[in-house]
């Protein structure tokens, strides 16, 4: 059998009652093959990032033992936004509102960039709305090249961030 591993997965959305989607999702992510979730962060509110007409999104970070690799969980978190009511099309504007966004953020240590995955997320160190959550759960994780998840969180703003109760 497949070792273990320990992945942790950034949550997000801003549709509909999105801190509702986020706590359903902590357990679907719970329900998938071969996976379970060990611990989940509080939500937090952030502002839209990148296309900033939005609404505000909720956002949230987990850790899951997992005995699936990487771009096979990359594609049951995809499929849980579609069983969420998101739907990604090709040439979809970034950074839009949704339902749910689901981001494979660390894969244990590994490094993985394969069309499709990346691996730590590209952007993970520069954040704030992924590094918050993350840190709460995870300030010891080690991003590849930009040191812990608490050295990244350091490095940039959070203003506008706040938990939930």
């Not at 504007?93 to 394969?114: C, K, Q, S, Y």
């Not at 993350?134 to 812990?148: F, N, Q, R, S, Y």
Request: proline share 7%; net charge negative; glycine share 8%.
């Amino acid at each position: 059998m497949k070792p273990a591993a320990i992945a942790f997965v950034g949550l997000g959305g801003n549709v509909g009652d999105a801190a509702a989607t986020l706590r359903e999702a902590f357990s679907a992510l719970d329900n998938l093959p071969d996976t379970r979730l060990l611990c989940a962060s509080r939500l937090y509110r952030t502002p839209a990032w990148g296309q900033v007409e939005q609404p505000d999104f909720v956002n949230a970070a987990v850790k899951l033992e997992t005995r699936l690799d990487a771009r096979a969980l990359l594609d049951a978190l995809l499929e849980v936004e579609r069983q969420f009511g998101r739907e990604r099309h090709d040439g979809e504007a970034r950074w839009g509102p949704r339902t749910l966004d689901l981001d494979l953020l660390l894969f244990g240590e590994d490094v993985i960039d394969e069309p499709g995955l990346r691996v730590p997320h590209p952007h993970l160190h520069e954040r704030a709305f992924a590094l918050v959550p993350l840190a709460a759960i995870a300030p010891e994780a080690v991003i590849h090249e930009h040191g812990t998840v608490r050295s990244a969180l350091a490095a940039v703003a959070v203003e506008g961030i706040e938990a939930l109760p």
